[in-house]
């Protein structure tokens, strides 16, 4: 099965940096995904990860060590409207499709 | 840019109906997945679709869940009775490909959901 770990809360400052963690167990792995989700609103996708390793997007990176189950989302530069929860989702090594294991999500609030 | 459409937003009914929650997925996408949220815990999977077929469900789409793509264009989720426990977000998504295939990495897109509420 997949167990996936998040902090529930988080709160950072405009302008600052913020790295959400997100820690997994897994019976088998092909990929870890970061979402965004607003209020009400739909996920929307953020960045994906399968090799050990920093992938760097604009203002967003996410890191992955598969040997420790760990991941972490670091948001740059931030803005009043990054606050949102975060999703860390895995893709186990099973089926054929994107299944996806999503944890609780991370709530952060950015503040002035 | 392209993205998934789920019509109704908001669908209230009685404990016992059946809904069905429709959604246009991307043109050129092949997976097709339904999630829920209910409020304020996690997004869960409950079924993936491809090549007109289920190709994998969770112990939530039990027997009362069904998923169809009745034309080029449509996929629904029906549930025929439903229960107050139904109460939540669904989600429609799709990729453009699975895991198996060159472009894994593929992410999933969500449309805005259908939140269902079951009086």
């Known amino acids: 099965g997949q167990n996936i770990d998040q902090p529930t809360e988080m709160t950072a400052t405009e302008g600052a940096i913020v790295q959400i963690n997100c820690t997994y167990q897994t019976s088998g792995f092909n990929g870890l995904f970061w979402y965004q989700q607003h209020a009400g609103e739909a996920p929307t996708f953020l960045s994906y990860?399968?090799?050990?390793g920093l992938e760097e997007k604009g203002r967003f990176s996410s890191f992955l060590s598969r040997s420790k189950g760990y991941s972490y989302l670091l948001l740059k530069e931030l803005q009043m409207k990054d606050s949102a929860s975060y999703l860390c989702a895995v893709r186990p090594l099973t089926g054929g499709g994107n299944k996806l294991t999503f944890g609780t999500g991370t709530q952060l609030k950015v503040e002035l | 840019e392209p993205e998934v459409t789920q019509t109704p937003s908001h669908q209230v009914t009685q404990m016992g109906q059946e809904v069905i929650l429709r959604c246009v997925p991307i043109s050129n996408h092949l997976y097709f997945y339904w999630y829920r949220q209910i409020l304020g815990q996690k997004v869960e999977f409950l079924v993936s679709f491809y090549n007109n077929e289920i190709s994998e469900k969770s112990e939530i789409f039990d027997d009362q869940f069904s998923v169809e793509r009745p034309d080029g264009s449509n996929f629904t989720l029906k549930i025929r009775s439903t229960k107050l426990e139904d109460s939540a977000m669904y989600f429609c998504?799709?990729?453009?490909?699975?895991?198996?295939?060159?472009?894994?990495?593929?992410?999933?897109?969500f449309g805005n959901g259908t939140r269902l509420t079951v009086t």
């Open positions: 990860n399968v090799l050990d």
């Open positions: 998504a799709s990729s453009e490909a699975g895991q198996l295939e060159s472009s894994y990495n593929s992410p999933l897109h």
